[in-house]
Protein backbone atom coordinates (compact mmCIF):
# COMPACT_ATOMS: atom_id res chain seq x y z
CA UNK A 1 0.00 0.00 0.00
CA UNK A 2 1.13 3.69 -0.84
CA UNK A 3 1.22 6.47 1.57
CA UNK A 4 1.57 9.81 1.24
CA UNK A 5 2.14 12.36 3.56
CA UNK A 6 1.76 16.18 3.56
CA UNK A 7 4.60 17.47 5.28
CA UNK A 8 8.08 16.34 6.71
CA UNK A 9 7.87 17.94 10.10
CA UNK A 10 8.63 16.00 12.92
CA UNK A 11 4.88 14.36 12.70
CA UNK A 12 5.21 13.48 9.40
CA UNK A 13 8.64 11.87 9.73
CA UNK A 14 7.39 9.86 12.87
CA UNK A 15 4.10 8.88 11.00
CA UNK A 16 5.92 7.77 7.66
CA UNK A 17 9.13 5.95 9.50
CA UNK A 18 6.74 4.02 11.46
CA UNK A 19 4.52 2.85 8.34
CA UNK A 20 8.05 2.07 6.27
CA UNK A 21 8.76 -0.25 9.39
CA UNK A 22 5.78 -2.02 8.73
CA UNK A 23 6.16 -2.07 4.70
CA UNK A 24 4.51 0.96 3.36
CA UNK A 25 5.40 2.61 0.16
CA UNK A 26 5.56 5.75 2.10
CA UNK A 27 6.40 9.32 0.02
CA UNK A 28 7.00 12.99 2.37
CA UNK A 29 6.22 16.46 0.51
CA UNK A 30 7.83 18.92 2.34
CA UNK A 31 7.52 22.81 1.12
CA UNK A 32 10.49 23.87 2.17
CA UNK A 33 13.79 23.15 1.06
CA UNK A 34 15.25 21.16 4.42
CA UNK A 35 13.35 18.50 6.49
CA UNK A 36 12.44 18.62 9.72
CA UNK A 37 9.87 21.83 10.74
CA UNK A 38 10.55 22.89 14.45
CA UNK A 39 14.15 20.05 14.06
CA UNK A 40 15.40 21.94 11.30
CA UNK A 41 19.23 23.98 11.83
CA UNK A 42 20.74 26.59 9.55
CA UNK A 43 23.63 28.21 9.40
CA UNK A 44 24.64 32.13 9.58
CA UNK A 45 27.95 33.59 8.92
CA UNK A 46 29.84 29.70 9.82
CA UNK A 47 27.60 29.40 13.26
CA UNK A 48 25.07 26.68 13.39
CA UNK A 49 21.37 27.44 15.24
CA UNK A 50 18.33 25.41 15.65
CA UNK A 51 15.17 26.62 14.47
CA UNK A 52 13.60 25.44 17.83
CA UNK A 53 13.50 21.99 19.85
CA UNK A 54 16.59 23.11 22.05
CA UNK A 55 16.10 20.70 24.84
CA UNK A 56 13.94 17.43 24.72
CA UNK A 57 13.19 14.97 26.80
CA UNK A 58 11.80 11.44 26.93
CA UNK A 59 15.03 9.41 25.77
CA UNK A 60 16.33 8.36 29.11
CA UNK A 61 16.23 5.06 29.93
CA UNK A 62 12.54 3.48 29.15
CA UNK A 63 11.79 7.49 28.20
CA UNK A 64 9.01 7.02 25.13
CA UNK A 65 10.93 8.60 22.48
CA UNK A 66 13.96 6.44 23.38
CA UNK A 67 11.95 3.33 23.25
CA UNK A 68 10.42 4.65 19.28
CA UNK A 69 14.18 5.44 18.42
CA UNK A 70 15.34 1.88 19.20
CA UNK A 71 12.39 0.18 17.77
CA UNK A 72 13.19 2.52 14.51
CA UNK A 73 16.78 1.71 14.76
CA UNK A 74 18.07 5.07 14.34
CA UNK A 75 19.10 5.29 18.43
CA UNK A 76 22.49 4.82 17.98
CA UNK A 77 22.47 7.70 15.23
CA UNK A 78 21.68 10.50 17.67
CA UNK A 79 24.38 12.62 19.49
CA UNK A 80 22.58 13.29 22.67
CA UNK A 81 23.84 15.30 25.95
CA UNK A 82 21.95 14.60 29.23
CA UNK A 83 21.52 17.41 32.30
CA UNK A 84 21.35 16.55 35.53
CA UNK A 85 19.83 20.50 35.78
CA UNK A 86 16.62 20.78 34.26
CA UNK A 87 16.73 24.82 34.07
CA UNK A 88 17.68 26.90 36.43
CA UNK A 89 15.00 29.85 36.86
CA UNK A 90 15.57 33.65 38.02
CA UNK A 91 12.90 35.91 39.15
CA UNK A 92 14.20 39.48 38.78
CA UNK A 93 11.72 40.84 41.44
CA UNK A 94 13.53 39.16 44.74
CA UNK A 95 16.66 38.74 42.41
CA UNK A 96 16.58 34.64 43.46
CA UNK A 97 17.65 31.99 41.32
CA UNK A 98 16.73 28.11 41.95
CA UNK A 99 18.49 25.60 39.87
CA UNK A 100 16.31 22.95 39.33
CA UNK A 101 17.73 18.95 39.02
CA UNK A 102 16.50 16.22 37.35
CA UNK A 103 15.30 12.70 38.49
CA UNK A 104 12.78 12.24 40.66
CA UNK A 105 14.52 11.93 43.91
CA UNK A 106 16.43 14.56 43.61
CA UNK A 107 13.67 17.38 42.54
CA UNK A 108 11.50 16.49 45.14
CA UNK A 109 14.57 16.32 47.59
CA UNK A 110 15.46 20.29 46.34
CA UNK A 111 12.12 21.54 46.60
CA UNK A 112 11.75 19.93 49.94
CA UNK A 113 15.29 21.97 51.10
CA UNK A 114 13.94 25.31 50.12
CA UNK A 115 10.27 25.02 51.14
CA UNK A 116 10.76 22.32 54.24
CA UNK A 117 7.29 23.28 55.64
CA UNK A 118 5.86 22.23 52.45
CA UNK A 119 7.14 18.51 52.66
CA UNK A 120 3.98 16.41 52.27
CA UNK A 121 2.46 18.98 50.33
CA UNK A 122 5.85 18.68 47.63
CA UNK A 123 5.39 14.76 47.89
CA UNK A 124 1.57 14.34 47.14
CA UNK A 125 1.98 16.84 44.27
CA UNK A 126 4.94 14.81 42.56
CA UNK A 127 2.99 12.00 42.94
CA UNK A 128 0.32 13.43 41.50
CA UNK A 129 2.30 14.83 38.37
CA UNK A 130 3.18 11.26 37.96
CA UNK A 131 -0.28 10.00 38.08
CA UNK A 132 -1.66 11.81 35.64
CA UNK A 133 1.54 11.27 32.96
CA UNK A 134 0.07 7.40 33.64
CA UNK A 135 -3.56 8.37 32.59
CA UNK A 136 -2.01 8.56 28.47
CA UNK A 137 -1.02 5.37 27.84
CA UNK A 138 1.22 6.03 25.33
CA UNK A 139 3.24 8.27 27.24
CA UNK A 140 4.96 4.71 28.60
CA UNK A 141 3.84 2.50 25.42
CA UNK A 142 1.11 0.57 27.23
CA UNK A 143 -1.45 -1.15 25.02
CA UNK A 144 -4.98 -0.61 25.31
CA UNK A 145 -8.10 2.10 24.37
CA UNK A 146 -7.29 5.91 25.25
CA UNK A 147 -10.47 7.49 25.63
CA UNK A 148 -10.76 11.30 26.25
CA UNK A 149 -13.78 10.45 29.05
CA UNK A 150 -11.74 7.96 31.32
CA UNK A 151 -9.70 10.76 32.40
CA UNK A 152 -9.47 11.70 36.10
CA UNK A 153 -10.96 15.33 37.11
CA UNK A 154 -7.43 16.39 37.64
CA UNK A 155 -6.42 15.23 34.16
CA UNK A 156 -7.92 18.50 32.76
CA UNK A 157 -8.60 21.13 35.34
CA UNK A 158 -6.53 24.09 34.78
CA UNK A 159 -2.85 23.37 35.56
CA UNK A 160 -2.75 26.76 37.73
CA UNK A 161 -5.69 25.21 39.96
CA UNK A 162 -4.05 21.85 39.66
CA UNK A 163 -0.09 22.76 41.68
CA UNK A 164 -2.30 25.17 44.14
CA UNK A 165 -4.84 22.04 45.50
CA UNK A 166 -1.46 20.69 46.59
CA UNK A 167 1.01 23.55 47.34
CA UNK A 168 0.31 26.29 49.48
CA UNK A 169 3.24 28.97 49.04
CA UNK A 170 2.58 31.44 46.19
CA UNK A 171 6.61 31.39 45.74
CA UNK A 172 6.17 27.70 45.51
CA UNK A 173 3.41 27.61 43.01
CA UNK A 174 5.13 29.79 40.39
CA UNK A 175 8.28 27.72 40.66
CA UNK A 176 6.62 24.79 40.02
CA UNK A 177 5.24 26.28 37.04
CA UNK A 178 9.21 26.19 35.64
CA UNK A 179 7.88 24.51 32.44
CA UNK A 180 5.11 27.13 31.37
CA UNK A 181 7.16 28.29 28.34
CA UNK A 182 7.28 25.16 26.90
CA UNK A 183 3.45 24.96 26.06
CA UNK A 184 2.54 28.91 26.69
CA UNK A 185 0.41 28.37 29.72
CA UNK A 186 -2.25 30.76 30.40
CA UNK A 187 -3.76 30.34 34.19
CA UNK A 188 -7.28 29.08 34.52
CA UNK A 189 -7.44 27.81 30.87
CA UNK A 190 -4.06 25.42 30.00
CA UNK A 191 -5.20 21.78 31.51
CA UNK A 192 -3.11 20.34 33.86
CA UNK A 193 -2.25 17.38 31.72
CA UNK A 194 0.00 19.02 29.49
CA UNK A 195 1.84 20.56 32.56
CA UNK A 196 2.63 17.01 33.97
CA UNK A 197 3.60 15.32 31.13
CA UNK A 198 6.16 18.03 29.86
CA UNK A 199 6.79 18.05 33.71
CA UNK A 200 7.76 14.69 34.26
CA UNK A 201 9.35 14.67 30.66
CA UNK A 202 12.10 16.92 31.82
CA UNK A 203 11.71 15.77 35.74
CA UNK A 204 12.95 12.19 34.30
CA UNK A 205 16.04 13.48 32.27
CA UNK A 206 16.42 16.51 30.26
CA UNK A 207 19.10 16.44 27.01
CA UNK A 208 19.90 17.88 24.19
CA UNK A 209 21.47 17.53 20.21
CA UNK A 210 25.02 17.79 20.11
CA UNK A 211 25.22 19.42 16.63
CA UNK A 212 21.49 19.84 16.31
CA UNK A 213 18.33 18.53 16.37
CA UNK A 214 18.08 17.87 12.72
CA UNK A 215 20.23 14.86 13.29
CA UNK A 216 16.29 13.23 14.07
CA UNK A 217 14.61 14.18 11.36
CA UNK A 218 17.05 13.24 8.98
CA UNK A 219 17.54 9.75 10.75
CA UNK A 220 13.85 9.89 10.33
CA UNK A 221 14.07 10.13 6.52
CA UNK A 222 16.94 7.35 6.12
CA UNK A 223 14.02 4.63 7.40
CA UNK A 224 11.68 6.13 4.93
CA UNK A 225 14.38 6.18 2.06
CA UNK A 226 16.30 2.77 3.11
CA UNK A 227 12.87 1.35 2.77
CA UNK A 228 12.33 2.21 -0.44
CA UNK A 229 10.31 5.49 -0.02
CA UNK A 230 10.87 9.12 -0.95
CA UNK A 231 11.29 12.18 1.03
CA UNK A 232 10.66 15.55 -1.52
CA UNK A 233 11.67 18.72 -0.23
CA UNK A 234 10.58 22.27 -2.18
CA UNK A 235 7.14 20.69 -2.77
CA UNK A 236 4.15 22.29 -1.15
CA UNK A 237 0.80 20.40 -1.56
CA UNK A 238 -0.91 23.35 -3.31
CA UNK A 239 -4.37 21.53 -4.25
CA UNK A 240 -6.01 18.09 -2.88
CA UNK A 241 -8.24 16.57 -5.54
CA UNK A 242 -11.09 14.58 -3.57
CA UNK A 243 -14.09 13.01 -5.33
CA UNK A 244 -16.66 10.74 -4.07
CA UNK A 245 -15.43 11.04 -0.58
CA UNK A 246 -11.94 9.89 -1.73
CA UNK A 247 -8.55 11.72 -1.99
CA UNK A 248 -7.92 11.07 -5.63
CA UNK A 249 -4.16 12.62 -5.81
CA UNK A 250 -2.16 16.27 -4.97
CA UNK A 251 -0.56 18.78 -6.96
CA UNK A 252 2.56 20.53 -5.30
CA UNK A 253 3.83 23.79 -6.01
CA UNK A 254 5.62 22.68 -8.89
CA UNK A 255 2.93 21.19 -10.70
CA UNK A 256 3.48 17.90 -10.43
CA UNK A 257 0.23 15.04 -9.51
CA UNK A 258 1.35 12.19 -6.52
CA UNK A 259 -1.18 9.35 -6.49
CA UNK A 260 -1.53 6.89 -3.17
CA UNK A 261 -3.64 4.86 -1.39
CA UNK A 262 -3.68 6.75 1.98
CA UNK A 263 -3.40 10.46 2.14
CA UNK A 264 -1.95 11.57 5.87
CA UNK A 265 -1.81 15.67 6.73
CA UNK A 266 0.66 16.47 8.93
CA UNK A 267 0.44 20.48 8.11
CA UNK A 268 -1.83 22.96 9.85
CA UNK A 269 -5.36 22.12 9.42
CA UNK A 270 -6.19 25.49 8.12
CA UNK A 271 -2.92 25.16 5.53
CA UNK A 272 -4.97 22.08 4.64
CA UNK A 273 -8.40 23.14 4.01
CA UNK A 274 -7.13 25.69 1.62
CA UNK A 275 -5.29 23.03 -0.65
CA UNK A 276 -9.16 21.29 -1.10
CA UNK A 277 -11.90 22.12 -3.48
CA UNK A 278 -15.64 22.34 -3.57
CA UNK A 279 -17.26 20.47 -0.45
CA UNK A 280 -15.10 17.92 0.85
CA UNK A 281 -16.03 19.23 4.07
CA UNK A 282 -18.50 20.38 5.60
CA UNK A 283 -18.91 24.49 6.17
CA UNK A 284 -19.19 23.71 10.06
CA UNK A 285 -16.10 21.44 10.32
CA UNK A 286 -14.34 24.07 8.31
CA UNK A 287 -15.43 27.02 10.31
CA UNK A 288 -14.36 25.20 13.66
CA UNK A 289 -10.86 24.17 12.20
CA UNK A 290 -10.50 27.96 11.49
CA UNK A 291 -12.15 29.38 14.69
CA UNK A 292 -10.66 27.01 17.24
CA UNK A 293 -7.80 29.75 19.10
CA UNK A 294 -4.06 28.82 18.30
CA UNK A 295 -0.76 29.34 21.04
CA UNK A 296 0.83 32.17 20.85
CA UNK A 297 4.06 32.67 18.70
CA UNK A 298 7.50 33.74 19.77
CA UNK A 299 10.33 36.23 19.02
CA UNK A 300 13.88 34.91 18.93
CA UNK A 301 17.06 36.32 19.00
CA UNK A 302 20.00 34.51 17.88
CA UNK A 303 23.50 35.84 18.76
CA UNK A 304 26.81 34.82 17.85
CA UNK A 305 29.79 35.00 20.72
CA UNK A 306 32.81 36.12 20.95
CA UNK A 307 35.17 33.37 21.42
CA UNK A 308 35.81 32.25 25.29
CA UNK A 309 33.26 35.46 26.48
CA UNK A 310 30.94 33.51 27.84
CA UNK A 311 30.84 30.34 29.87
CA UNK A 312 28.69 27.23 28.56
CA UNK A 313 25.56 25.81 30.69
CA UNK A 314 24.44 22.73 29.75
CA UNK A 315 20.75 23.75 30.58
CA UNK A 316 18.26 26.29 29.60
CA UNK A 317 18.75 29.67 31.77
CA UNK A 318 14.82 31.01 31.89
CA UNK A 319 14.81 34.90 33.30
CA UNK A 320 10.64 35.81 35.10
CA UNK A 321 10.50 39.48 35.93
CA UNK A 322 8.45 38.33 38.61
CA UNK A 323 6.62 35.43 40.27
CA UNK A 324 3.37 37.14 40.04
CA UNK A 325 3.74 37.23 35.94
CA UNK A 326 4.52 33.27 35.68
CA UNK A 327 1.29 32.57 34.06
CA UNK A 328 0.81 36.24 32.02
CA UNK A 329 4.11 35.49 29.49
CA UNK A 330 1.69 34.55 26.72
CA UNK A 331 -1.07 37.40 27.37
CA UNK A 332 0.70 40.61 28.00
CA UNK A 333 0.45 44.33 27.72
CA UNK A 334 2.50 45.33 24.85
CA UNK A 335 4.18 47.82 27.39
CA UNK A 336 5.00 45.17 30.10
CA UNK A 337 6.85 42.69 27.01
CA UNK A 338 8.94 40.37 27.85
CA UNK A 339 7.39 39.02 31.15
CA UNK A 340 10.02 36.21 30.69
CA UNK A 341 12.72 34.68 28.40
CA UNK A 342 14.25 31.28 28.27
CA UNK A 343 17.91 31.11 27.30
CA UNK A 344 20.06 28.34 24.81
CA UNK A 345 23.72 27.69 24.80
CA UNK A 346 25.53 26.33 22.10
CA UNK A 347 28.82 24.33 23.35
CA UNK A 348 32.51 25.47 21.77
CA UNK A 349 34.37 22.04 21.29
CA UNK A 350 36.14 21.80 24.57
CA UNK A 351 32.64 22.19 26.37
CA UNK A 352 33.79 25.39 28.23
CA UNK A 353 32.75 28.30 26.13
CA UNK A 354 29.72 28.89 24.46
CA UNK A 355 29.58 29.62 20.75
CA UNK A 356 26.26 31.27 20.21
CA UNK A 357 23.10 32.01 22.35
CA UNK A 358 19.66 31.45 21.40
CA UNK A 359 16.64 33.44 23.48
CA UNK A 360 13.25 33.00 23.52
CA UNK A 361 10.25 35.18 24.79
CA UNK A 362 6.74 33.83 24.11
CA UNK A 363 4.44 37.03 21.60
CA UNK A 364 1.33 37.51 20.41
CA UNK A 365 0.86 37.62 16.91
CA UNK A 366 -1.16 41.08 17.16
CA UNK A 367 2.28 42.46 17.66
CA UNK A 368 3.14 41.79 14.20
CA UNK A 369 -0.14 41.13 12.63
CA UNK A 370 0.46 44.89 10.54
CA UNK A 371 2.70 43.12 8.61
CA UNK A 372 0.91 40.05 7.84
CA UNK A 373 0.75 40.17 3.95
CA UNK A 374 4.79 40.57 3.79
CA UNK A 375 7.61 38.19 3.27
CA UNK A 376 10.58 37.11 4.84
CA UNK A 377 13.60 40.08 3.34
CA UNK A 378 10.66 42.37 2.40
CA UNK A 379 8.91 43.70 5.16
CA UNK A 380 10.05 47.07 4.84
CA UNK A 381 11.89 50.09 7.78
CA UNK A 382 9.28 50.01 10.02
CA UNK A 383 9.14 46.73 10.52
CA UNK A 384 13.29 46.45 10.85
CA UNK A 385 12.80 49.23 13.14
CA UNK A 386 10.61 47.34 15.37
CA UNK A 387 12.44 44.48 15.40
CA UNK A 388 15.39 45.73 16.67
CA UNK A 389 13.43 47.74 19.82
CA UNK A 390 12.40 44.20 20.29
CA UNK A 391 15.70 42.44 20.68
CA UNK A 392 17.00 45.21 22.45
CA UNK A 393 14.51 44.29 25.09
CA UNK A 394 15.24 40.85 25.20
CA UNK A 395 19.35 41.12 25.40
CA UNK A 396 18.53 43.75 28.16
CA UNK A 397 16.21 41.34 30.05
CA UNK A 398 19.19 38.27 29.63
CA UNK A 399 22.08 40.30 30.82
CA UNK A 400 20.35 39.73 33.97
CA UNK A 401 21.99 36.30 34.19
CA UNK A 402 24.81 37.40 31.60
CA UNK A 403 26.05 40.21 32.76
CA UNK A 404 28.81 40.66 29.67
CA UNK A 405 26.28 39.35 26.83
CA UNK A 406 26.16 42.56 24.90
CA UNK A 407 30.22 42.98 24.48
CA UNK A 408 29.97 38.79 24.01
CA UNK A 409 27.81 39.52 20.64
CA UNK A 410 29.66 39.24 17.73
CA UNK A 411 26.28 39.05 15.45
CA UNK A 412 23.01 38.98 16.06
CA UNK A 413 19.78 38.54 14.39
CA UNK A 414 16.01 37.65 15.08
CA UNK A 415 13.21 35.96 14.08
CA UNK A 416 8.89 37.11 14.71
CA UNK A 417 6.07 35.60 14.24
CA UNK A 418 6.01 36.16 10.85
CA UNK A 419 8.81 33.95 10.43
CA UNK A 420 7.22 31.26 12.28
CA UNK A 421 4.37 31.90 10.26
CA UNK A 422 6.20 31.52 6.60
CA UNK A 423 8.79 28.52 7.69
CA UNK A 424 6.97 26.21 9.48
CA UNK A 425 3.64 27.03 7.90
CA UNK A 426 1.70 27.70 10.83
CA UNK A 427 -1.41 30.11 11.58
CA UNK A 428 -0.40 33.14 13.15
CA UNK A 429 3.42 31.45 13.65
CA UNK A 430 1.48 29.33 16.47
CA UNK A 431 5.07 27.20 17.88
CA UNK A 432 2.35 24.98 19.92
CA UNK A 433 -0.65 24.15 17.62
CA UNK A 434 -4.02 24.18 18.88
CA UNK A 435 -4.92 26.44 21.98
CA UNK A 436 -5.87 23.80 24.83
CA UNK A 437 -8.56 25.12 27.09
CA UNK A 438 -9.60 23.01 30.32
CA UNK A 439 -13.14 25.40 30.15
CA UNK A 440 -13.81 23.57 26.95
CA UNK A 441 -11.70 20.80 25.70
CA UNK A 442 -13.73 18.75 23.05
CA UNK A 443 -13.45 21.81 20.90
CA UNK A 444 -10.09 21.62 19.77
CA UNK A 445 -9.52 18.53 20.14
CA UNK A 446 -9.30 16.92 16.57
CA UNK A 447 -10.15 13.41 15.66
CA UNK A 448 -7.05 11.55 13.38
CA UNK A 449 -9.86 10.25 11.26
CA UNK A 450 -11.64 13.00 8.51
CA UNK A 451 -15.13 12.74 6.86
CA UNK A 452 -12.83 11.74 4.14
CA UNK A 453 -12.10 8.16 3.61
CA UNK A 454 -8.69 8.26 2.86
CA UNK A 455 -7.06 11.18 4.81
CA UNK A 456 -5.75 11.00 8.18
CA UNK A 457 -4.51 13.67 10.37
CA UNK A 458 -1.44 13.89 12.20
CA UNK A 459 1.25 16.52 13.85
CA UNK A 460 0.82 18.70 16.75
CA UNK A 461 -2.48 19.81 16.29
CA UNK A 462 -3.80 16.66 17.11
CA UNK A 463 -4.09 15.56 21.12
CA UNK A 464 -0.38 17.15 22.08
CA UNK A 465 2.43 19.21 20.81
CA UNK A 466 6.17 18.83 21.56
CA UNK A 467 8.29 16.04 20.31
CA UNK A 468 6.83 13.82 22.45
CA UNK A 469 3.22 14.45 21.96
CA UNK A 470 3.45 14.00 17.95
CA UNK A 471 5.33 10.87 18.19
CA UNK A 472 2.71 9.68 20.68
CA UNK A 473 0.19 11.01 17.87
CA UNK A 474 2.29 9.58 15.14
CA UNK A 475 1.83 6.25 16.57
CA UNK A 476 -2.01 6.43 16.54
CA UNK A 477 -2.33 7.64 12.85
CA UNK A 478 -0.09 4.41 11.81
CA UNK A 479 -2.00 2.45 13.66
CA UNK A 480 -5.39 3.18 11.87
CA UNK A 481 -3.64 1.67 9.39
CA UNK A 482 -1.59 -1.49 10.99
CA UNK A 483 -4.08 -2.08 13.66
CA UNK A 484 -5.10 -1.29 17.35
CA UNK A 485 -2.01 -1.44 19.30
CA UNK A 486 0.39 -3.36 16.75
CA UNK A 487 3.16 -1.17 16.60
CA UNK A 488 2.81 -0.27 20.93
CA UNK A 489 3.28 -4.28 21.15
CA UNK A 490 5.67 -4.32 19.09
CA UNK A 491 8.05 -1.53 20.72
CA UNK A 492 7.55 -3.60 23.31
CA UNK A 493 8.36 -6.86 22.26
CA UNK A 494 11.34 -5.31 20.62
CA UNK A 495 12.48 -3.60 24.22
CA UNK A 496 12.19 -7.15 25.99
CA UNK A 497 13.99 -9.08 23.27
CA UNK A 498 16.96 -6.29 23.45
CA UNK A 499 16.64 -6.86 27.98
CA UNK A 500 16.97 -10.54 27.57
CA UNK A 501 19.83 -10.26 25.27
CA UNK A 502 21.87 -8.45 27.76
CA UNK A 503 21.27 -10.14 30.39
CA UNK A 504 24.22 -12.15 32.10
Not at 18 to 43: C, D, H, M, P, W
Not at 50 to 71: D, P, Q, W
Not at 306 to 325: C, F, M, Q, R, T
Not at 439 to 446: A, F, R, V
Amino acid sequence: MEVLVIGAGLGGLFCGALLSKEGYRVTVLEKNAGIGGGLQNFVRKGEMYETGMHVAGGFHENGSLKRICCYLGIMDRLDIRFSDLMSSLTYLDTDRTFNIPSGRDRFTAYLISLFPHEEENIKRYVDALFRLSEEDRLFYMKSGQNSFFDHSEEFTMPADKFIASYIDSPELRSLLAFVNPLYAGVAGHSPAYLHAMISVMFIDKPCCFVKGSSQLADALASVITEAGGSVITSSAVTRTVVRNRRVESVYDSNGKEYKADVYISAIHPCTLLDTIEGRAFTPFYKKRLRNIPSTVSAFKVYAKLKKGHLPYAEHPVNIIDSKKNTWKMSRYRLEDWPHGISCFLAPSSDGKWATHITILSLMDWKEVSRWKNTRTGNRGDEYEIWKRSRMEKVIEMAEKAFPNLRDSIEDCFAASPLTFRDHLGTKEGSIYGYFKDSENLIYSQLSIRTKIENLLLTGQNVNMHGMGGVAMTAIETAEILVGKDVIVNKINLYENIQTEANLP
